[in-house]
């Protein structure tokens, strides 16, 4: 078509050219795909609650204190079918407990405090002496069970119907009794999950009151391998206090003690201890209170905790469940602050079911650390002394299981609510400040823990100052953790708790530093070699904040110790090993063999080297040679994927040590591996379901992989910020941080293989972002396909840096 001039009348009087080119249709540019409107209808709390994913599917709030979610049984009182109480296919109820940790290996965890049972019948004998739960307890159908962020239904065989709602302090509960029947509330004050000291009740008719306490912790106490009978967990640290209220007068009360049930009662008190079995079998404490149901089949109560006091408790309750207060409205404020949580990061273009494992990962994760201050800004510290909250911070946290936590959890935490990662910093230096000093590996709300290996803690608050947290003292807990890994503590020599639960921290420090690795032989701790990967990585972290934060000197000194790895890898055999004060090596190895190292074997730990990518590489003889023996780690001899568990010679989703090497493949030139290994975990190792978790979730570590995973892009090394890119399973996703920052990520498919990438329109020939990118923003855009594009992001120039 030939070009056309036309003049045209301006708007001012004067002419306006305007040339014409060929008639072209135009045509609409395409809608964006549209965002998850209400995150929180995708949520499934039962997704986790088999497989041993020891999730539970009760009620709670976004960092909740309160947490309640039946307590089974498999028909021993002292003892439960899941670390954290609740096992899907084991559909017998003892009582309805108001604390939780999420994902907790052990069995019991911890927690489960104050099982309350709606008990159909007479309470006419001690529910502690029916030790097999035969009579006290009561079976269900999945059938009559519900759950949603927030609130929990069931309606139990015995008639009997429990909805549960909560605030973060408080809940608020009504039971339905069969019209007619014999309706009781048991209070069974002193059966936690791992007993208890002591457990006190008393029962007020004229002002309808239940309250009382239990005094109890022993976190992991039973473990085998966490010293026996000299576990230094196996102790009291923090008492839980209850108060609850009802719209009913009470028709009858009772209480009990061991074997003694006393009808009227209105006091009793004593504990369980913490054995099991016939060593704890029909001890305890507790008490009931009964309602006519002749015309009122319906009793509402509020209750309210707290880990400071009685008075604490009633002002948690009153202030947060008032009198007005409904199970709806309770249930449907919890639901708006998790929709608001779960909306910091929104997805569009997935699948219903990637969807949905995507947001009950996202709720997985941000349950836990949870708030541990009265709403008056008191709270339990380390030291079991009552402390009141810094002027400025918003909440006191607890529970960190720092082993697990740093390598995916925190990051996520950190990129969605860089606020309250700094009231959890403020909380983890003021817990050690309390502790003498000592950063503990894992606590239980404020109390140490000692489980697990190598200093956590540092590579947590290096990671929240590298993704841009500043809101706490970042000065004095930098100069903090460098003593504890500097300076000897008294209980660094100590066995206590070995192998799995050792009391010190930094073991052995003096001999570590002198050796520049964990000797296995004298270490005081749970393995050498994996003590001193975990060091090496910590150390480092702490040198990136150094170095990020002005601290020249305080860099150089740390950097090399990022590299004592090294020392423990045996080139005789190319694997991570436990080596000896002598120099010598242990004697037998293998790949598969676990001595030396915690929960994982060498060929799992051999791999934990995330800020050393192309020194290991060097090690193994140079990049390709990497690559293979990494292609050998997730497949089997025959090729075949073998990345579900079972095998110590290949990955296993299940557990910590290795998760991050999927995305070692980044770094050895090979992207496209990590982005087809990536999506064969997220596909076949995760889904929908109860058994929708390859493993325990470890307070939402294991969902936080998941997260990154569906995103496209996962923390390359803790104390960094840096990420490294895989492919999303969403054509669109866009994170809103608290501090204001925005993250977008646009997919043309959801392919697996990523055929180029866009940051902020320009050509991104790397495989990795910066730290810019989380701390400024920005907007990643991928090109994906259905084969691998095999030169991407390959050259050496661009693959991620190390140091």
Same mark, same amino acid.
């Given at each position: 078509?030939?070009?056309?001039?036309?003049?045209?009348?301006?708007?001012?009087? +004067?002419?306006?050219?305007?040339?014409?080119?060929?008639?072209?249709?135009?045509?609409?540019?395409?809608?964006?795909?549209?965002?998850?409107?209400? @995150?929180?209808?995708?949520?499934?709390?039962?997704?986790?609650?088999?497989?041993?994913?020891?999730?539970?599917?009760? $009620?709670? *709030?976004?960092?909740?204190?309160?947490?309640?979610?039946?307590?089974?049984?498999?028909?021993?009182?002292?003892?439960?079918?899941?670390?954290?109480?609740?096992?899907?296919?084991?559909?017998?109820?003892?009582?309805? !407990?108001?604390?939780?940790?999420?994902?907790?290996?052990?069995? @019991?965890?911890?927690? +489960?405090?104050?099982?309350?049972?709606?008990?159909?019948?007479?309470?006419?004998?001690?529910?502690?002496?029916?030790?097999?739960?035969?009579?006290?307890?009561?079976?269900?159908?999945?059938?009559?069970?519900?759950?949603? @962020?927030?609130?929990?239904?069931?309606?139990?065989? #015995?008639?009997?119907?429990?909805?549960?709602?909560?605030?973060?302090?408080?809940?608020?509960?009504?039971?339905?009794?069969?019209?007619?029947?014999?309706?009781?509330?048991?209070?069974?004050?002193?059966?936690?999950?791992?007993?208890?000291?002591?457990?006190?009740?008393?029962?007020?008719? #004229?002002?309808?009151?239940?309250?009382?306490?239990?005094?109890?912790?022993?976190?992991?106490?039973?473990?085998?391998?966490?010293? +026996?009978?000299?576990?230094?967990?196996? *102790?009291?640290?923090?008492?839980?206090?209850?108060? $609850?209220?009802?719209?009913?007068?009470?028709?009858?009360?009772?209480?009990?003690?061991?074997?003694?049930?006393?009808? %009227?009662?209105?006091?009793?008190?004593?504990? /369980?201890?913490?054995?099991?079995?016939?060593?704890?079998?029909?001890?305890?404490?507790?008490?009931?209170?009964?309602?006519?149901?002749?015309?009122?089949?319906?009793?509402?109560?509020?209750?309210?905790?707290?880990?400071?006091?009685?008075?604490?408790?009633?002002?948690?309750?009153?202030?947060?469940?008032?009198?007005?207060?409904?199970?709806?409205?309770?249930?449907?404020?919890?639901? /708006? $602050?998790?929709?608001? /949580?779960?909306?910091?990061?929104?997805?569009?273009?997935?699948?219903?079911?990637? &969807?949905?494992?995507?947001?009950t990962s996202v709720y997985h994760a941000l349950m836990q650390p949870q708030i541990m201050n009265?709403?008056?800004?008191?709270?339990?510290?380390?030291?079991?002394?009552?402390?009141?909250? *810094?002027?400025?911070?918003?909440?006191?946290?607890?529970?960190?299981?720092?082993?697990?936590?740093?390598?995916?959890?925190?990051?996520?935490?950190?990129?969605?609510? @860089?606020?309250?990662?700094?009231? =959890?910093?403020?909380?983890?230096?003021?817990?050690?400040?309390?502790?003498?000093?000592?950063?503990?590996?894992?606590?239980?709300?404020?109390?140490?823990?000692?489980?697990?290996?190598?200093?956590?803690?540092?590579?947590?608050?290096?990671?929240?100052?590298? =993704?841009?947290?500043?809101?706490?003292?970042?000065?004095?807990?930098?100069?903090?953790?460098?003593?504890?890994?500097?300076?000897?503590?008294?209980?660094?020599?100590?066995?206590?708790?070995?192998?799995?639960?050792?009391?010190?921290?930094?073991?052995?420090?003096?001999?570590?530093?002198?050796?520049?690795?964990?000797?296995?032989?004298?270490?005081?701790?749970?393995?050498?070699?994996?003590?001193?990967?975990?060091?090496?990585?910590?150390?480092?972290?702490?040198?990136?904040? $150094?170095?990020?934060?002005?601290?020249?000197?305080?860099?150089?000194?740390?950097?090399?110790?990022?590299?004592?790895?090294?020392?423990?890898?045996?080139?005789?055999?190319?694997?991570?090993?436990?080596?000896?004060?002598?120099?010598?090596?242990?004697?037998?190895?293998?790949?598969?063999?676990?001595?030396?190292?915690?929960?994982?074997?060498?060929?799992?730990?051999?791999? =934990?080297?995330?800020?050393?990518? !192309?020194?290991?590489?060097?090690?193994?003889?140079?990049?390709?040679?990497?690559?293979?023996?990494?292609?050998?780690?997730?497949?089997?001899?025959?090729?075949?994927?073998?990345?579900?568990?079972?095998?110590?010679?290949?990955?296993?989703? &299940?557990?910590?040590?290795?998760i991050h090497a999927p995305w070692l493949y980044n770094g050895l030139a090979q992207p496209w591996k990590?982005?087809?290994?990536?999506?064969?975990?997220?596909?076949?190792?995760?889904?929908?379901?109860?058994? %929708?978790?390859?493993?325990?979730?470890?307070?939402?570590?294991?969902?936080?992989?998941?997260?990154?995973?569906?995103?496209?892009?996962?923390?390359?090394?803790?104390?960094?910020?840096? =990420?490294?890119?895989?492919?999303?399973?969403?054509?669109?996703?866009?994170?809103?941080?608290?501090?204001?920052?925005?993250?977008?990520?646009?997919?043309?498919?959801?392919?697996?293989?990523?055929? !180029?990438?866009?940051?902020?329109? #320009?050509?991104?020939?790397? #495989?990795?972002?910066?730290?810019?990118?989380?701390?400024?923003?920005?907007?990643?855009?991928?090109?994906?396909?259905?084969?691998?594009?095999?030169?991407?992001?390959?050259? &050496?120039?661009?693959?991620?840096?190390?140091?």
């Amino acid at each position: 078509m030939s070009r056309v001039r036309r003049v045209v009348a301006g708007a001012a009087g +004067g002419l306006l050219v305007v040339t014409m080119g060929p008639v072209v249709r135009a045509e609409a540019a395409p809608a964006p795909v549209p965002l998850v409107g209400n @995150p929180v209808s995708y949520v499934d709390p039962f997704i986790g609650t088999t497989r041993g994913g020891n999730t539970w599917p009760g $009620a709670t *709030r976004p960092f909740g204190m309160m947490a309640w979610s039946p307590t089974n049984t498999n028909g021993d009182q002292t003892n439960a079918p899941a670390a954290n109480g609740y096992e899907y296919n084991a559909t017998k109820v003892r009582g309805f !407990s108001l604390t939780h940790v999420n994902g907790a290996g052990c069995a @019991p965890g911890a927690a +489960g405090d104050i099982p309350i049972l709606p008990y159909v019948g007479n309470v006419d004998s001690s529910p502690t002496a029916d030790t097999k739960d035969a009579k006290y307890a009561s079976t269900f159908s999945h059938a009559n069970e519900t759950a949603s @962020p927030g609130r929990y239904t069931v309606t139990l065989d #015995s008639g009997a119907r429990t909805d549960l709602a909560v605030n973060t302090r408080a809940g608020i509960a009504d039971f339905t009794f069969p019209a007619g029947s014999a309706a009781n509330l048991l209070f069974r004050t002193s059966n936690s999950l791992n007993g208890s000291e002591n457990a006190d009740i008393e029962i007020d008719s #004229s002002a309808r009151t239940v309250k009382g306490s239990v005094l109890t912790g022993s976190f992991c106490g039973r473990r085998g391998n966490g010293g +026996g009978a000299n576990n230094p967990d196996r *102790r009291s640290y923090y008492r839980l206090y209850f108060s $609850a209220t009802f719209d009913r007068d009470f028709a009858s009360t009772g209480t009990w003690h061991d074997a003694t049930v006393t009808p %009227g009662g209105t006091a009793a008190s004593g504990g /369980e201890g913490y054995l099991t079995g016939a060593d704890r079998a029909g001890r305890g404490s507790g008490g009931w209170v009964g309602f006519d149901t002749g015309s009122d089949t319906d009793v509402r109560m509020r209750i309210g905790i707290s880990y400071v006091s009685l008075d604490g408790a009633v002002a948690n309750r009153d202030a947060e469940i008032p009198a007005t207060a409904t199970v709806d409205s309770v249930a449907g404020a919890t639901r /708006e $602050a998790w929709n608001t /949580e779960l909306s910091r990061i929104r997805v569009g273009g997935g699948t219903e079911a990637r &969807t949905t494992a995507f947001y009950t990962s996202v709720y997985h994760a941000l349950m836990q650390p949870q708030i541990m201050n009265d709403l008056d800004g008191r709270y339990l510290g380390s030291d079991l002394q009552v402390h009141s909250a *810094r002027p400025g911070q918003k909440a006191v946290y607890g529970t960190f299981s720092g082993w697990d936590q740093y390598r995916a959890q925190i990051q996520l935490l950190a990129i969605l609510r @860089p606020d309250v990662a700094g009231d =959890m910093a403020t909380s983890m230096l003021d817990f050690a400040t309390q502790n003498k000093g000592i950063w503990d590996r894992w606590l239980h709300l404020g109390a140490p823990a000692h489980v697990m290996t190598g200093d956590p803690a540092a590579p947590t608050l290096a990671t929240y100052y590298a =993704m841009g947290v500043r809101n706490f003292d970042t000065g004095a807990a930098l100069d903090s953790l460098v003593k504890q890994a500097t300076v000897q503590n008294p209980d660094a020599l100590s066995d206590a708790g070995c192998p799995g639960q050792c009391l010190g921290q930094r073991p052995t420090l003096n001999t570590y530093l002198a050796l520049k690795y964990a000797a296995n032989d004298i270490c005081h701790c749970w393995g050498g070699a994996a003590e001193t990967l975990e060091n090496s990585l910590a150390d480092f972290s702490l040198a990136m904040w $150094a170095k990020s934060s002005g601290r020249k000197d305080l860099y150089r000194q740390l950097l090399p110790r990022g590299d004592y790895w090294k020392n423990t890898y045996n080139p005789a055999v190319g694997y991570q090993a436990a080596r000896k004060a002598d120099g010598s090596w242990q004697p037998g190895f293998t790949p598969s063999t676990d001595v030396g190292f915690a929960q994982g074997s060498s060929a799992t730990y051999t791999w =934990m080297v995330p800020q050393d990518v !192309s020194g290991l590489a060097t090690l193994m003889g140079g990049r390709p040679a990497a690559a293979a023996r990494l292609d050998g780690f997730f497949h089997d001899e025959n090729g075949n994927w073998a990345v579900l568990g079972g095998n110590a010679l290949r990955y296993d989703p &299940t557990n910590e040590p290795g998760i991050h090497a999927p995305w070692l493949y980044n770094g050895l030139a090979q992207p496209w591996k990590t982005q087809e290994t990536v999506r064969q975990i997220l596909d076949t190792a995760y889904g929908t379901g109860p058994a %929708g978790l390859p493993g325990n979730d470890d307070l939402g570590t294991m969902s936080a992989w998941y997260v990154f995973a569906a995103i496209g892009m996962f923390p390359q090394v803790p104390g960094r910020a840096e =990420m490294l890119l895989g492919s999303p399973v969403f054509t669109r996703v866009e994170i809103e941080r608290s501090n204001g920052v925005r993250l977008t990520v646009n997919a043309t498919s959801t392919d697996t293989y990523v055929q !180029s990438v866009k940051l902020n329109n #320009s050509t991104l020939r790397r #495989s990795w972002l910066p730290e810019s990118f989380l701390q400024r923003g920005g907007a990643v855009s991928f090109t994906l396909g259905s084969s691998a594009n095999q030169t991407w992001a390959t050259a &050496t120039k661009d693959l991620p840096e190390d140091h």
